[in-house]
């Protein structure tokens, strides 16, 4: 199944079931974090499902808000991609770079993404794993059976800032910069060790491409190590990591405009499309 | 005025206002955090005060949880003593280095610090800032003024997990290892401009002195920092970095073991006094 969170009004919202490619079935929840915080949010969706007698928005008419904007933990995996690092001509590592965002920083997949103060805005195309179930010190095997299931997010990165001191989280936790959506696609309808294709698109140019089938530590292994140290609950998001083709890396460096189009897309759960806004001398902090 | 969270019952807590020596004064709130985030929360407790007909629990018979259990962000500032920084023969830096935790790291002042599959767990006595008002690109001025107050925090670091890669987060994020308290008093109690002492023992054993005049980044100015890209709220809580004395920085570098007593105390707060407990090979992560 594939679960959405809508924009209902100005500052509501609703957790929605996808209905084949015609529309959302509305849920009783406000998100879809809220929705994997119920014990029996499978059945209860298959319930609402087969009732049918809830609402059906279609799909055109919706606005998608974040997936997941109240998620309490966003913990996001750096230098991730084997055949990246190996390119790059680094050993892999043998533990996972880890740094944490807040929900404050997700946005939806169609939203415009406003940045002020950066002049170094950058793409990371990620497969996010949505936590289903409370995680403490979990073996590789629970954390596989916890995951909810997979979204596409973008860890939009403003270099400048990322690169002021050794520790990256003022980089990468500016407000509503971090795509994470179109939709969750539930765990099951993937095969185990199932390799996503991730792509990045700046104005339609392909910029990122790379499969998780390459990721040095996989959704399972990456939930079960953070649990060795904090616990995991329904609703939060791990993001694993970008292939290569980020804007830093290239020569010169490229980074986003005012106005460009950020596509972001994983064959099997969506697309994300965000246009960039870059506002400028706003603040007082640097 | 002085305000604390207090555990009551296993599973509950509740603000309370400290009353002189003798106890506190329960306030209809479930923690400090909650409280603050009442925009009349001043006035609130002055008329709870006055009022006098809460029940007063003798401070004997109350323990004291961790100050904002639910604080939405715990943004953490390290290499912020000017006078360590120049000891240790570096330049004062340009900006702030920052990483973030979550509340789940919080525990309460005379709370146990129970660490599992560490073998390096350090000490690092801090102020900590707490919010009092919503901060979106505030200036130093506006920061100042959305100040609520002033508390005592140990950022206890797991080094081994620190030091496995550049970003410090797996190491400084631990569950129930931060005690933050004993109480939050308000910034209208301390002059502009106040330097406060720090001290860090191990059992009895002096290992750390400060005095937070001599910050790089004072708390008006951090959080004023913070804002500019991520808004902070009343309840979230800013640590201001550790002077010189850890142990990780001494020949050879010293770690606490279990049972010891790390004692965290800041003139004109209190003081935390919370026992190390080291559990090992729980974990299946390394």
Same mark, same amino acid.
């Given at each position: 199944?594939?679960?959405?969170?809508?924009?209902?009004?100005?500052?509501?919202?609703?957790?929605?079931?996808?209905?084949?490619?015609?529309?959302?079935?509305?849920?009783?929840?406000? *998100?879809?974090?809220?929705?994997?915080?119920?014990?029996? !949010? $499978?059945?209860?969706?298959?319930? @609402?499902?087969?009732?049918?007698?809830?609402? %059906?928005?279609?799909? /055109?008419?919706?606005?998608?808000?974040?997936?997941?904007?109240?998620?309490? $933990?966003?913990?996001?995996?750096?230098?991730?991609? @084997?055949?990246?690092?190996?390119?790059?001509?680094?050993?892999?590592?043998?533990?996972?770079?880890?740094?944490?965002?807040?929900?404050?920083?997700?946005? #939806? @997949? /169609?939203?415009?993404?406003?940045?002020?103060?950066?002049?170094?805005?950058? !793409?990371?195309?990620?497969?996010?794993?949505?936590?289903?179930?409370?995680?403490?010190?979990?073996?590789?095997?629970?954390?596989?059976?916890?995951?909810?299931?997979?979204?596409?997010?973008?860890?939009?990165?403003?270099?400048? !800032?990322?690169?002021?001191?050794?520790? !990256?989280?003022?980089? $990468?936790?500016?407000?509503?910069?971090?795509?994470?959506?179109?939709?969750?696609?539930?765990?099951?309808?993937?095969?185990?060790?199932?390799?996503?294709?991730?792509?990045?698109?700046?104005?339609?140019? +392909? %910029?990122?491409?790379? *499969?998780?089938?390459? +990721? %040095?530590?996989?959704?399972?292994?990456? +939930?079960?190590?953070?649990?060795?140290?904090?616990?995991?609950?329904?609703?939060? %998001?791990?993001?694993? #990591?970008?292939? /290569?083709?980020?804007?830093? /890396?290239?020569?010169?460096?490229?980074?986003? *405009?005012?106005?460009?189009?950020?596509?972001?897309?994983?064959?099997?759960?969506?697309?994300?499309? *965000?246009?960039?806004?870059?506002?400028?001398?706003?603040?007082?902090?640097?």
């Amino acid at each position: 199944m594939k679960l959405a969170t809508l924009r209902i009004g100005e500052n509501s919202t609703t957790a929605a079931l996808a209905v084949g490619t015609d529309g959302y079935l509305l849920l009783s929840a406000p *998100n879809v974090g809220d929705l994997l915080a119920r014990p029996d !949010w $499978k059945a209860f969706v298959t319930a @609402a499902a087969a009732a049918g007698d809830s609402a %059906v928005v279609p799909a /055109g008419a919706a606005t998608l808000a974040a997936l997941l904007p109240t998620a309490g $933990k966003v913990i996001c995996c750096g230098l991730n991609y @084997a055949d990246h690092i190996l390119e790059m001509g680094r050993e892999l590592p043998d533990y996972p770079t880890l740094f944490a965002k807040y929900a404050d920083t997700l946005v #939806g @997949a /169609g939203d415009s993404i406003e940045v002020h103060g950066s002049e170094s805005v950058d !793409w990371e195309a990620e497969l996010a794993v949505v936590v289903g179930a409370t995680l403490t010190r979990a073996s590789d095997d629970e954390a596989a059976a916890a995951i909810a299931g997979y979204a596409v997010s973008n860890d939009v990165s403003m270099r400048d !800032w990322q690169n002021r001191t050794l520790q !990256w989280f003022q980089g $990468k936790a500016f407000d509503a910069t971090t795509p994470l959506g179109p939709v969750l696609v539930t765990a099951d309808e993937f095969p185990a060790g199932h390799g996503f294709e991730v792509r990045g698109w700046v104005n339609g140019e +392909l %910029v990122q491409h790379g *499969n998780t089938g390459t +990721l %040095v530590f996989g959704p399972a292994r990456l +939930l079960s190590y953070i649990s060795q140290f904090t616990t995991l609950r329904a609703g939060d %998001v791990v993001l694993t #990591g970008t292939p /290569g083709g980020v804007g830093m /890396g290239r020569k010169p460096p490229r980074f986003l *405009n005012d106005g460009d189009i950020l596509s972001t897309e994983i064959d099997g759960i969506g697309r994300l499309e *965000n246009q960039i806004r870059i506002h400028q001398g706003a603040g007082t902090g640097h």
